[in-house]
């Protein structure tokens, strides 16, 4: 005879313990029949309530209602430049160790970054994954990896009546910006790039306001330009109506986007702006000045219309600092970045209208680890950001400054290194012999010298790097909305309805397509005959491309 309690059913049934009289098998099915549909009726009855109670009323979503989209990059950030940024400012500001970065607090997820020619990305296919929503070749510009034109999201928004701007700290016809507002076989297409940003294609002007540098492709090089040909865009911009700026003078004159009359050409550099470590503000404006501007000038121009604007902007020179291997100009990028996405979160916590904001890379550069071995002995777990501390500018900016002395010094250049560069520029005071004379020996090579450099630095910091090119490295996803209904689809775990987890890069054009209710397919019909071909060399291939062109760019 069976123990007491071995044959105690788990769903329904007899619930006391065995009796030895047995019960019919009618009965028993029946009894477990009604206890199944007993326990299914209360399970659906508290699931109804604890939806009721625990999901608030999220309002129905309109994709066409008027709302902001701000797209924010930063070029070549990874997970890495984050945590030694977030390291170097406690370090500075004297902060405690729970302390984090505005960015910090919108963590949403990950993207993954591969392109359709390799699984590492370059600016361009990675730039043209956000704006087209779909995969392309290393070095294409808002064309599919067949070289089609393909319709970005800043046109079809444009096209809904959004105004739409660019604010970037390196060249407007870089990678980024070209991306979203441009159509060309290969980013080094600059020349076309500028005049495609000025309404120069079938599209027309799709862009209402531009910050950044790179006025060098808008003009000649008889007007200290770079163009090609004898044209000056910016002459011809004006008589078609643009304002423009061209100095921190005249950005000043802007009055932090109350004085602004669209469209705006802001051209604020001949080529990059530099590094927020060595940018002298009186000369050049921060990323996060930039950004008030474009905000305020923009809201201003939308606030009686039925829709609002799209904004991209990119920390443009994490990347360079990524590609230098230099870590003291990139923590510092990656705070001047952080101060204009707190210029975003401010705006988008004041506004009314329906605004969010995405940020995230294209790709990670360097490989950076905030570690590095610098020694066969098993290492120390530590690193020093006190060395970034003491290195007061770029080796960019370093190695030109050697060589300008260079001319000049005669005899007395190695101890104007000793004293004024490693001394006073690098606050390193235990260099040695060998480091000069490599210096001294290096000045006049500006690419080996910076590298060099920067080596001084990132070794002392222990600091580690595995190239000067990019990485695969899946990258961050920040956001933010002042809209429930946003908020709700942000949070969504699915591919193309939100952002929460790891999505491939496409999906985050896509999330922005979907959104604003856009068609990047009607775009692209009415783009398909933009001239987008290298001049003289519409049948270059992919592969040449890599051969031939990538190693000068």
């Known amino acids: 005879m069976p123990k007491r309690g071995e044959n105690l059913p788990l769903l329904g049934g007899d619930t006391s313990v065995f009796n030895s009289k047995p019960k019919s098998n009618t009965k028993r099915n029946i009894s477990y029949i009604l206890n199944v549909v007993a326990i299914v009726t209360i399970a659906i009855l508290l699931f109804h309530n604890s939806s009721k109670s625990d999901t608030p009323n999220v309002p129905a979503f309109d994709p066409h209602g008027k709302k902001n989209i701000i797209m924010m990059v930063t070029d070549g950030m990874g997970p890495a430049s984050l945590s030694a940024a977030r390291s170097f400012r406690q370090l500075k500001d004297n902060l405690p160790i729970d302390d984090v970065l505005i960015i910090d607090k919108y963590l949403i997820g990950s993207s993954r970054t591969r392109s359709s020619s390799s699984l590492i990305t370059d600016s361009a296919a990675g730039a043209t994954a956000f704006s087209c929503g779909l995969k392309s070749y290393n070095g294409a510009i808002g064309v599919d990896s067949d070289k089609t034109p393909c319709g970005t999201i800043l046109e079809a928004l444009k096209l809904q009546g959004y105004l739409t701007g660019l604010v970037v700290t390196t060249r407007i016809t870089d990678a980024t910006p070209a991306a979203f507002s441009s159509h060309v076989d ?75 009359s669209l469209p705006l050409l802001g051209l604020l550099a001949n080529h990059d702006i530099p590094y927020d470590i060595d940018r002298e503000s009186k000369q050049y404006p921060s990323l996060a000045e930039q950004v008030k501007v474009a905000l305020t000038a923009l809201q201003e121009a939308t606030k009686d219309s ?97 060589y300008s002395q260079k001319v000049k010094s005669g005899t007395k250049f190695t101890e104007y290194i000793r004293q004024e560069i490693l001394e006073n520029d690098m606050g390193i005071s235990d260099y040695t012999e060998d480091e000069v004379r490599q210096i001294a020996s290096k000045s006049s090579q500006p690419d080996a010298l910076l590298y060099f450099l920067n080596n001084m630095i990132s070794f002392r910091a222990q600091i580690g790097w595995t190239t000067h090119g990019h990485s695969a490295v899946d990258v961050n996803i920040y956001a933010h909305t002042n809209s429930p209904s946003l908020l709700h689809k942000l949070k969504s775990r699915n591919a193309y309805d939100g952002l929460t987890g790891n999505h491939e890069n496409i999906e985050i054009g896509a999330f922005m397509e979907t959104i604003t209710g856009s ?34 760019l």
């Open 306 to 402: 039925d829709q609002g604007f799209f904004l991209l902007i990119e920390g443009s020179r994490i990347d360079h600092a990524g590609h230098h291997n230099d870590p003291a100009a990139q923590v510092r990028e990656v705070l001047a970045y952080d101060k204009a996405f707190k210029e975003v979160i401010d705006f988008i916590d004041s506004t009314d209208v329906e605004t969010v904001a995405i940020s995230t890379s294209d790709h990670e550069t360097g490989g950076l680890v905030t570690a590095r071995q610098v020694t066969e002995s098993y290492p120390d777990y530590l690193w020093y950001p006190q060395i970034l501390l003491n290195s007061t500018h770029s080796g960019e900016y370093l190695a030109r400054k050697i």
């Open 186 to 260: 290969y980013r080094f297409q600059e020349d076309l790039i500028a005049q495609h940003q000025l309404g120069e294609y079938p599209f027309g002007r799709a862009v209402d306001l531009i910050l950044g540098g790179g006025r060098c492709h808008f003009v000649p090089i008889a007007n200290g330009g770079c163009r090609a040909d004898d044209r000056n865009l910016v002459k011809e911009a004006a008589k078609k109506g643009w304002s423009y700026v061209g100095d921190r003078k005249q950005f000043d004159q802007l009055d932090g986007g109350k004085n602004v």
């Open 519 to 552: 068609d990047l397919n009607q775009i692209t019909e009415m783009i398909k005959k933009t001239v987008h071909s290298p001049h003289g060399k519409s049948d270059l291939s992919v592969d040449e491309f890599h051969a031939n062109v990538v190693p000068s």
